[in-house]
């Protein structure tokens, strides 16, 4: 049975930090890419970060380039996403994905980003 469990989430003020983890099992996760999407109150679900298996080549959306970073670590199964400079149209439920033939979804870990 897959897993993706996600953790990390929680309140921050503005201008601040997070790093959300995605812990996989069931699957041989080195074979699958990862990524993180997002969904906001009252809107569509977005990918936000992209890292392929192996090389682990990543693509972010517009909106987070150079302020988020999506890694992995094959050796604990474990796909992270470090978010810097936080703003507050940040706030959505963050979930991680893993892809291959099929596609696995985490139950999503809450972000809200407010002062």
């Known amino acids: 049975q897959v897993q993706l469990v996600e953790s990390g989430g929680g309140l921050v003020q503005p201008g601040g930090s997070l790093r959300l983890s995605c812990a996989a099992s069931?699957?041989?996760?080195?074979?699958?890419?990862m990524s993180w999407y997002r969904q906001a109150p009252g809107k569509e679900r977005e990918l936000v970060a992209h890292i392929t298996s192996a090389a682990g080549s990543t693509n972010y959306a517009d909106s987070v380039k150079g302020r988020f970073t999506i890694s992995r670590d094959d050796a604990k199964n474990t796909v992270y996403r470090q978010m810097n400079s936080l703003k507050p149209e940040d706030t959505a439920v963050y979930y991680c994905?893993?892809?291959?033939?099929?596609?696995?979804w985490g139950q999503g870990t809450q972000v809200t980003v407010s002062s």
């Open positions: 069931g699957l041989i996760f080195s074979m699958y890419a």
């Open positions: 994905n893993a892809v291959r033939y099929l596609t696995y």
